[in-house]
């Protein structure tokens, strides 16, 4: 069983539309995570919910909007996609925001703007 | 240090050998750095999280140190294996959560 689990692994759009990419995660965690490795493979935060509510913001833009129906998923919505989007947007969890606590990754989703 | 630095960027080494590479972080408002290995299309994976000044940690051929004083960490690999080629990450929770580039590792037959 795939403990974080996002989808799709692979999304082509093209500019302007609307897209949302999906994630879970069965290990009971209360946070979890959005992350975006950028264009020098670096992967920087971007949001951060725990137990539902949003503790992280990273600056992003306002085209890209978190929601978390429950503690068990956190789905990314990005509208309005732009060239820049592209990239790889890993969903990852902990068990809570303490910094002791091991963050377990999703596999990626390779997101590509055309 | 402002940012979590990782060197060298990559390495090749031969299968036997034993090598290491450096985490550099921010020493100021450090709470915990975290070491993840990370394969080719497959997602991150924990390998140690460490606070404590002096600490070591060890599982099998890996083990890494932390000195929070001067802000380096440390990942030694005894006896590479092909297995072991990969990107390691380093993370330090400061302020924030931040992740280090990566080193990027391949273990040569």
């Known amino acids: 069983d795939t403990a974080v689990s996002q989808t799709p692994k692979y999304l082509v759009t093209q500019m302007g539309n609307d897209k949302s990419i999906k994630c879970e995660q069965n290990l009971g965690h209360d946070t979890m995570y959005w992350y975006k490795q950028d264009s020098k493979k670096f992967l920087k935060i971007m949001f951060s919910y725990n137990n539902k509510e949003l503790i992280i913001n990273e600056t992003v833009p306002n085209r890209f909007s978190p929601k978390s129906p429950d503690k068990a998923h956190l789905n990314l919505h990005i509208n309005s996609l732009e060239l820049g989007d592209s990239a790889v947007y890993f969903c990852a969890s902990s068990q809570d925001n303490h910094p002791l606590n091991t963050i377990y990754f999703g596999e990626g989703s390779w997101l590509t703007v055309v | ?109």
Request: aromatic share 12%; glycine share 8%.
């Open chain 2, 1 to 109: 240090i402002l940012n979590v630095e990782q060197s060298p960027q990559s390495l090749h080494v031969q299968e036997g050998d034993s090598t290491n590479f450096t985490c550099s972080f921010p020493s100021s408002n450090f709470y915990a750095l975290h070491w993840y290995r990370w394969e080719t299309a497959k997602s991150p994976e924990a390998l140690f999280v460490m606070t404590l000044n002096g600490d070591e940690k060890k599982k099998g051929r890996i083990s890494a140190t932390l000195n929070t004083k001067e802000g380096y960490s440390y990942l030694y690999i005894k006896g590479s294996q092909p297995e072991d080629s990969a990107t390691y990450l380093c993370a330090s929770h400061g302020q924030n959560f931040v992740f280090g580039p990566g080193t990027r590792l391949s273990v040569l037959p």
